[in-house]
């Protein structure tokens, strides 16, 4: 459609060159050349690419799913977005993204986001992943690592594997492949399947290394010699999740440093924040010394205090894991908002181990010191912020049908809701901790350049420039900001009038279209370039 308007448009308009056509029977935008015509500009508004550090009014012009220019000229094109007093922005690209389905999508893109990746996890098949959401559509765009998690679990379960994060967490009540070492047969088996999935397309290796503690160094070693084989990133949740030796996060942090050195693979550290916990004064330090020695290590974090799994993950599981976690009570623990007895953790745990809960480890709405250890992880330089945001469920299970808006009690964690609009909030306009052209950076340029060197697509991502891909969003900063609580997490962020993704507006007015869905499949080539 957008090929057959353009040539169109440059028929009409040079007929009206040619004087074929009178001028009062010519809109003034027809009347201009064909250089000047635009399917969209973006006028007035203040302009944001933290490639190239242009920070100033400019005017964007995009044709079909392309940004054709970004200039001071005057422009004209079929639609108008007067962005005065805005910003606009490269859209903020998520690279921990397990909501994968269309309800998630749209809250996202209440957010700010425009392109969502399951990374930390990923699935298996990875060639089924993309046949399915490009059946269904999704209102952003979206894409996957090649599952260690689904590989494992299947050769230890004896079950092949489902394209869905679900058909993983559903696993949660069988120990095994959470706390054996794998032979050397079912080792083979594993990595052969996750090749495969990068063979699919994969954007990397997912590894939720916390989720089956008990494994194999060796095996995971191997794993990452296979991201490093095939130039892919390593996305690691850490083995450990804890505050005091042995087994602490630090350690965690050791071993995925040491693979890093040992393997070359690029190795992306998954939520530095809730990893960390309140030592991340001594695990920053770490990561960044490695960096500086030539290690290819990027990071990621997410804004808030609290974490999400299932009840029934590993790490809930072993000796003392109260105490590692800082002296947490279940109590601690809420699912819909509300908090967990004894009794009631036990109980879940025992007879519905994938239950989603939220935890609280750091509070930092209570202690500046929880504030200060938050801050670290986010403010590090050169981190990505992602939001580790899940899909949103109801009493009667995940939500995925295309409801719009989602239930008032639709419940997920508030980070699947407000990541990115309470980052700007917090730490732009509050706190000033960050110009909004470093903050930018680390929403959209950021997490582009983390996979760009295997996966080109990226490439024309997170920048506001010419061939760059029309992701764009354009937003109030003196308004813009997150709504989503713990009690109540179904409450859309603010502040963002246009969100456009490939060319194509998803958020008008701050009105979300549900009759589109642009969004298109982030794939990896077999062979990186």
């Not at 005057?74 to 007093?85: L, W």
């Not at 069988?174 to 999935?197: C, F, H, L, N, Y």
């Not at 799994?309 to 819909?336: C, H, N, R, Y």
């Not at 509050?430 to 990226?458: C, D, F, G, H, Y």
């Amino acid at each position: 459609m957008k090929n057959a308007k353009s040539y169109i448009k440059q028929f009409v308009s040079s007929l009206g060159l040619l004087g074929l056509i009178s001028g009062a029977a010519v809109s003034p935008v027809l009347a201009q050349t064909p250089e000047n015509l635009y399917d969209m500009v973006i006028l007035n508004g203040r302009v944001v690419d933290p490639e190239t550090g242009l920070d100033a009014v400019r005017n964007v012009g995009v044709s079909e799913d392309k940004i054709s220019i970004v200039t001071e000229d005057s422009i004209s094109g079929d639609v108008v977005i007067d962005a005065t007093d805005r910003v606009v922005a490269p859209g903020f690209i998520d690279l921990h993204a397990h909501g994968q389905r269309i309800p998630a999508g749209r809250m996202q893109a209440k957010d700010g986001v425009t392109t969502a990746l399951e990374l930390e996890v990923g699935v298996l098949p990875v060639g089924a992943f993309y046949e399915a959401v490009a059946k269904e559509g999704r209102p952003i765009n979206y894409g996957t690592a090649a599952s260690w998690a689904h590989a494992r679990v299947a050769e230890f379960v004896g079950e092949e594997p489902e394209a869905d994060v679900d058909w993983f967490t559903g696993h949660f009540g069988s120990s095994e492949w959470q706390e054996s070492i794998a032979d050397e047969k079912q080792t083979d088996a594993i990595m052969s399947r996750v090749q495969a999935g990068l063979d699919e397309g994969g954007l990397g290796v997912g590894v939720a290394l916390g989720y089956a503690p008990g494994s194999g160094r060796k095996e995971y070693h191997a794993l990452n010699e296979l991201a490093a084989k095939n130039e892919v990133p390593s996305f690691t949740h850490a083995r450990f999740l804890s505050v005091t030796e042995p087994e602490s996060s630090f350690e965690g942090y050791q071993e995925m440093v040491a693979v890093a050195v040992a393997t070359g693979a690029h190795m992306h550290i998954c939520h530095l924040n809730s990893i960390s916990m309140r030592d991340i004064g001594s695990i920053a330090p770490l990561v960044k010394s490695a960096q500086e020695a030539g290690a290819r290590i990027t990071v990621e974090a997410y804004p808030y205090g609290a974490g999400s799994t299932s009840i029934g993950a590993a790490m809930f599981k072993e000796p003392g894991w109260q105490e590692k976690l800082g002296g947490i009570k279940k109590s601690d623990f809420t699912v819909d908002g509300k908090a967990l007895t004894d009794e009631e953790f036990d109980r879940l745990q025992k007879e519905a181990p994938n239950t989603g809960v939220v935890l609280h480890m750091i509070h930092p709405d209570k202690y500046p010191s929880d504030q200060e250890a938050l801050d670290m992880s986010i403010l590090y330089p050169g981190g990505a912020i992602a939001s580790d945001g899940g899909g949103w469920s109801d009493e009667n299970g995940m939500i995925k049908s295309f409801v719009w808006p989602l239930p008032e009690d639709a419940n997920s964690h508030p980070r699947a809701a407000g990541t990115f609009s309470k980052f700007l909030r917090v730490y732009v306009r509050e706190r000033e901790s960050l110009s909004l052209l470093e903050a930018i950076n680390k929403t959209s340029t950021i997490p582009a350049k983390i996979l760009e060197k295997s996966v080109p697509q990226m490439r024309q991502k997170g920048r506001i420039q010419t061939g760059a891909d029309a992701d764009i969003v354009v937003f109030d900063l003196a308004t813009v900001s997150d709504r989503a609580t713990y009690e109540k997490p179904a409450q859309t962020s603010v502040g963002f009038d246009y969100v456009i993704v490939g060319g194509t507006p998803l958020i008008t007015n701050g009105e979300l279209d549900t009759t589109v869905l642009p969004g298109q499949p982030i794939r990896r080539s077999a062979k990186p370039e």
